[in-house]
T-cell receptor
Framework: GQQVMQIPQYQHVQEGEDFTTYCNSS?????IQWYKQRPGGHPVFLIQ?????EVKKQKRLTFQFGEAKKNSSLHITATQTTDVGTYFC????????FGTGTSLTVIP | KAGVTQTPRYLIKTRGQQVTLSCSPI?????VSWYQQTPGQGLQFLFE???????NKGNFPGRFSGRQFSNSRSEMNVSTLELGDSALYLC???????????FGPGTRLTVL
Protein backbone atom coordinates (compact mmCIF):
# COMPACT_ATOMS: atom_id res chain seq x y z
CA GLY A 1 0.00 0.00 0.00
CA GLN A 2 0.91 3.63 -0.18
CA GLN A 3 3.39 5.02 2.29
CA VAL A 4 4.01 8.62 3.28
CA MET A 5 7.25 9.16 5.12
CA GLN A 6 8.51 12.28 6.78
CA ILE A 7 11.98 13.22 7.89
CA PRO A 8 13.25 14.03 10.35
CA GLN A 9 11.12 12.33 12.98
CA TYR A 10 12.26 14.79 15.63
CA GLN A 11 13.90 18.19 15.43
CA HIS A 12 15.16 20.42 18.22
CA VAL A 13 16.04 23.97 17.28
CA GLN A 14 17.02 27.12 19.09
CA GLU A 15 14.44 29.84 18.84
CA GLY A 16 15.23 31.92 15.78
CA GLU A 17 16.71 29.04 13.79
CA ASP A 18 15.06 27.73 10.65
CA PHE A 19 13.31 24.37 10.39
CA THR A 20 12.42 22.12 7.47
CA THR A 21 10.45 18.88 7.30
CA TYR A 22 10.30 16.71 4.21
CA CYS A 23 7.48 14.49 3.08
CA ASN A 24 7.80 11.66 0.56
CA SER A 25 5.03 9.57 -0.88
CA SER A 26 5.46 6.20 -2.58
CA UNK A 27 2.81 7.21 -5.12
CA UNK A 28 1.81 10.36 -6.98
CA UNK A 29 -0.62 12.50 -5.02
CA UNK A 30 -3.49 14.55 -6.41
CA UNK A 31 -2.89 17.05 -3.65
CA ILE A 32 -1.00 17.33 -0.42
CA GLN A 33 -2.11 18.88 2.81
CA TRP A 34 -0.19 19.95 5.88
CA TYR A 35 -1.45 19.82 9.43
CA LYS A 36 -0.06 20.94 12.77
CA GLN A 37 -0.80 19.19 16.03
CA ARG A 38 0.14 20.95 19.24
CA PRO A 39 1.03 18.77 22.24
CA GLY A 40 -2.19 17.43 23.71
CA GLY A 41 -4.22 18.81 20.82
CA HIS A 42 -5.65 17.64 17.57
CA PRO A 43 -4.40 18.16 14.00
CA VAL A 44 -5.23 21.54 12.52
CA PHE A 45 -5.22 22.15 8.79
CA LEU A 46 -2.51 24.51 7.55
CA ILE A 47 -2.61 24.42 3.77
CA GLN A 48 -3.33 22.39 0.64
CA UNK A 49 -1.10 22.23 -2.44
CA UNK A 50 -2.49 20.94 -5.71
CA UNK A 51 -0.24 21.88 -8.62
CA UNK A 52 3.11 20.37 -9.52
CA UNK A 53 5.91 22.65 -8.29
CA GLU A 54 3.51 24.82 -6.32
CA VAL A 55 4.93 27.04 -3.60
CA LYS A 56 2.77 28.77 -1.01
CA LYS A 57 3.71 31.02 1.88
CA GLN A 58 1.99 31.77 5.14
CA LYS A 59 3.99 34.38 7.02
CA ARG A 60 7.12 32.49 8.15
CA LEU A 61 5.97 29.16 6.69
CA THR A 62 6.80 28.11 3.13
CA PHE A 63 5.22 25.02 1.59
CA GLN A 64 6.38 23.34 -1.59
CA PHE A 65 4.93 20.54 -3.71
CA GLY A 66 7.40 18.60 -5.80
CA GLU A 67 7.39 18.53 -9.59
CA ALA A 68 6.50 14.83 -9.62
CA LYS A 69 3.81 15.40 -6.98
CA LYS A 70 5.40 12.73 -4.79
CA ASN A 71 7.17 14.95 -2.29
CA SER A 72 6.63 18.11 -0.36
CA SER A 73 8.38 20.27 2.19
CA LEU A 74 7.51 22.72 4.92
CA HIS A 75 10.07 25.36 5.88
CA ILE A 76 9.73 27.63 8.89
CA THR A 77 11.92 30.70 9.03
CA ALA A 78 13.09 32.03 12.39
CA THR A 79 11.19 29.59 14.59
CA GLN A 80 9.25 30.78 17.60
CA THR A 81 8.09 28.87 20.67
CA THR A 82 4.57 28.97 19.23
CA ASP A 83 5.78 26.73 16.38
CA VAL A 84 6.16 23.77 18.76
CA GLY A 85 4.17 20.74 17.71
CA THR A 86 4.07 17.88 15.26
CA TYR A 87 3.74 18.64 11.59
CA PHE A 88 2.04 16.11 9.35
CA CYS A 89 1.71 15.96 5.62
CA UNK A 90 -1.27 14.08 4.23
CA UNK A 91 -2.51 13.03 0.86
CA UNK A 92 -5.49 11.21 -0.60
CA UNK A 93 -5.44 8.00 -2.55
CA UNK A 94 -8.26 5.53 -2.03
CA UNK A 95 -8.02 6.66 1.56
CA UNK A 96 -6.36 9.54 3.34
CA UNK A 97 -2.73 8.88 4.22
CA PHE A 98 -0.97 10.85 6.89
CA GLY A 99 2.78 11.08 7.02
CA THR A 100 4.73 9.84 9.98
CA GLY A 101 5.07 13.38 11.32
CA THR A 102 7.94 15.59 12.45
CA SER A 103 7.94 16.69 16.06
CA LEU A 104 9.42 20.16 16.47
CA THR A 105 10.81 21.40 19.76
CA VAL A 106 11.87 25.03 19.99
CA ILE A 107 14.33 25.89 22.74
CA PRO A 108 13.91 29.47 24.00
CA LYS B 1 -19.92 27.80 13.52
CA ALA B 2 -19.47 25.05 16.08
CA GLY B 3 -16.52 22.74 15.58
CA VAL B 4 -16.38 18.98 15.48
CA THR B 5 -17.38 17.43 18.78
CA GLN B 6 -16.56 13.98 20.07
CA THR B 7 -17.94 12.12 23.04
CA PRO B 8 -16.81 10.85 25.39
CA ARG B 9 -13.44 12.55 25.72
CA TYR B 10 -11.96 9.82 27.89
CA LEU B 11 -12.85 6.18 28.28
CA ILE B 12 -11.41 3.29 30.24
CA LYS B 13 -12.42 -0.22 29.31
CA THR B 14 -11.16 -3.73 29.97
CA ARG B 15 -10.13 -6.33 27.44
CA GLY B 16 -13.02 -8.10 25.77
CA GLN B 17 -15.47 -5.24 26.23
CA GLN B 18 -16.87 -3.17 23.41
CA VAL B 19 -17.02 0.59 23.03
CA THR B 20 -18.94 3.13 20.97
CA LEU B 21 -17.56 6.55 20.19
CA SER B 22 -19.57 9.43 18.80
CA CYS B 23 -18.70 12.29 16.47
CA SER B 24 -20.78 15.30 15.46
CA PRO B 25 -19.38 17.03 12.39
CA ILE B 26 -19.47 20.69 11.51
CA UNK B 27 -22.91 21.67 10.26
CA UNK B 28 -23.13 21.13 6.53
CA UNK B 29 -20.23 18.68 6.36
CA UNK B 30 -21.31 15.36 4.90
CA UNK B 31 -18.01 13.50 5.15
CA VAL B 32 -16.77 12.06 8.41
CA SER B 33 -13.49 10.18 8.72
CA TRP B 34 -12.10 8.33 11.68
CA TYR B 35 -8.45 7.94 12.61
CA GLN B 36 -6.52 6.07 15.25
CA GLN B 37 -3.48 7.83 16.67
CA THR B 38 -0.83 6.01 18.66
CA PRO B 39 2.77 6.98 19.44
CA GLY B 40 4.12 4.01 17.54
CA GLN B 41 1.89 3.99 14.46
CA GLY B 42 1.04 7.65 14.03
CA LEU B 43 -2.26 8.67 12.45
CA GLN B 44 -3.95 5.76 10.75
CA PHE B 45 -7.11 5.96 8.68
CA LEU B 46 -9.98 3.80 9.87
CA PHE B 47 -12.85 4.66 7.55
CA GLU B 48 -14.73 7.46 5.87
CA UNK B 49 -18.48 7.96 5.63
CA UNK B 50 -20.30 10.20 3.22
CA UNK B 51 -24.07 10.57 3.21
CA UNK B 52 -24.51 7.49 5.39
CA UNK B 53 -22.34 5.28 3.15
CA UNK B 54 -18.91 3.96 3.95
CA UNK B 55 -16.77 5.07 1.05
CA ASN B 56 -13.35 3.91 2.15
CA LYS B 57 -11.89 1.67 4.78
CA GLY B 58 -8.38 1.39 6.18
CA ASN B 59 -6.50 -1.75 7.13
CA PHE B 60 -8.15 -2.51 10.42
CA PRO B 61 -9.80 -5.76 11.54
CA GLY B 62 -13.54 -6.24 11.39
CA ARG B 63 -13.78 -5.48 15.11
CA PHE B 64 -13.72 -1.85 14.06
CA SER B 65 -16.95 -0.67 12.51
CA GLY B 66 -18.82 2.53 12.05
CA ARG B 67 -21.92 4.15 10.76
CA GLN B 68 -23.27 7.53 9.83
CA PHE B 69 -26.73 8.85 10.45
CA SER B 70 -28.89 11.03 8.25
CA ASN B 71 -27.83 14.14 10.19
CA SER B 72 -24.17 13.25 9.38
CA ARG B 73 -23.35 12.33 12.95
CA SER B 74 -21.17 9.27 13.08
CA GLU B 75 -20.36 6.53 15.51
CA MET B 76 -17.57 4.03 15.56
CA ASN B 77 -17.66 0.77 17.46
CA VAL B 78 -14.84 -1.44 18.58
CA SER B 79 -15.78 -4.90 19.78
CA THR B 80 -13.72 -7.37 21.81
CA LEU B 81 -11.25 -4.74 22.89
CA GLU B 82 -7.56 -5.57 22.99
CA LEU B 83 -4.76 -3.81 24.87
CA GLY B 84 -3.40 -2.56 21.55
CA ASP B 85 -6.61 -0.65 20.90
CA SER B 86 -5.55 1.93 23.48
CA ALA B 87 -5.21 5.12 21.45
CA LEU B 88 -6.55 8.55 20.68
CA TYR B 89 -9.47 8.20 18.27
CA LEU B 90 -9.98 11.26 16.14
CA CYS B 91 -12.80 12.06 13.84
CA UNK B 92 -12.61 14.68 11.14
CA UNK B 93 -15.30 16.22 9.00
CA UNK B 94 -15.07 17.86 5.65
CA UNK B 95 -17.41 19.13 2.98
CA UNK B 96 -16.67 16.41 0.46
CA UNK B 97 -14.16 13.86 1.61
CA UNK B 98 -10.49 14.54 1.22
CA UNK B 99 -10.46 18.30 1.25
CA UNK B 100 -9.53 20.28 4.33
CA UNK B 101 -10.24 18.08 7.30
CA UNK B 102 -11.55 19.59 10.53
CA PHE B 103 -10.64 17.44 13.47
CA GLY B 104 -12.45 16.98 16.74
CA PRO B 105 -10.62 16.88 20.09
CA GLY B 106 -10.55 13.10 20.08
CA THR B 107 -11.55 10.33 22.46
CA ARG B 108 -8.74 8.91 24.56
CA LEU B 109 -9.44 5.18 24.96
CA THR B 110 -7.51 3.15 27.49
CA VAL B 111 -7.90 -0.61 27.52
CA LEU B 112 -6.82 -2.38 30.70
Amino acid sequence: GQQVMQIPQYQHVQEGEDFTTYCNSSTTLSNIQWYKQRPGGHPVFLIQLVKSGEVKKQKRLTFQFGEAKKNSSLHITATQTTDVGTYFCAGPDNQFYFGTGTSLTVIP
Amino acid sequence: KAGVTQTPRYLIKTRGQQVTLSCSPISGHRSVSWYQQTPGQGLQFLFEYFSETQRNKGNFPGRFSGRQFSNSRSEMNVSTLELGDSALYLCASSLQGYNEQFFGPGTRLTVL
